[in-house]
């Protein structure tokens, strides 16, 4: 019988438009704390952003994302990646390996499933790290390389 908990986050992704697959963590994928710390530390700077208010903000980090995140995140054609399960408790479960199953958007998808646009992501081959957060005013669009 599956975990009750492996079943919440599976219909979590389910509802941020991701399908988790069978792909192996690569072994050089930091530690949840490193990875939070890569992207949520006192040091580290957007590699965009935009406003977290009013009409279109979504929309902007949407676009963002798919000009700068996006490429670098998944593969060509495959659309597959890891993500830390956005929302509370996920950072307890690791990386879990998943595929684009809606498109774009998915910090939109990602902020309807769970009210905040925020998550980690790790690119496929385990050389770059990408996330969404929400500083004050801003949502931050952090990419970093790990090679």
């Not at 500083?135 to 390389?145: H, K, L, P």
């Amino acid at each position: 019988m599956p975990n009750i908990e492996d079943q919440k986050f599976s219909r979590l992704l389910q509802a941020c438009g991701l399908e988790l697959t069978d792909t192996e963590v690569p072994t050089a994928a930091p530690s949840m704390a490193k990875a939070i710390q890569m992207v949520a530390g006192v040091d580290v700077e957007p590699t965009a952003f935009t406003r977290a208010t009013g009409d279109g903000s979504l929309g902007e980090l949407d676009r963002q994302w798919q000009e700068m995140g996006r490429p670098t995140l998944t593969e060509a054609g495959s659309g597959e990646f890891f993500i830390v399960p956005p929302g509370s408790g996920g950072s307890a479960v690791g990386w879990l390996p998943v595929k684009e199953a809606a498109g774009s958007s998915l910090p939109s998808r990602v902020a309807a499933a769970t009210g905040s646009p925020e998550f980690v992501a790790l690119s496929a081959d385990g050389m770059h790290l990408c996330a969404v957060a929400e500083e004050e005013d801003q949502y931050w669009i952090i990419v970093r390389s790990l090679g």
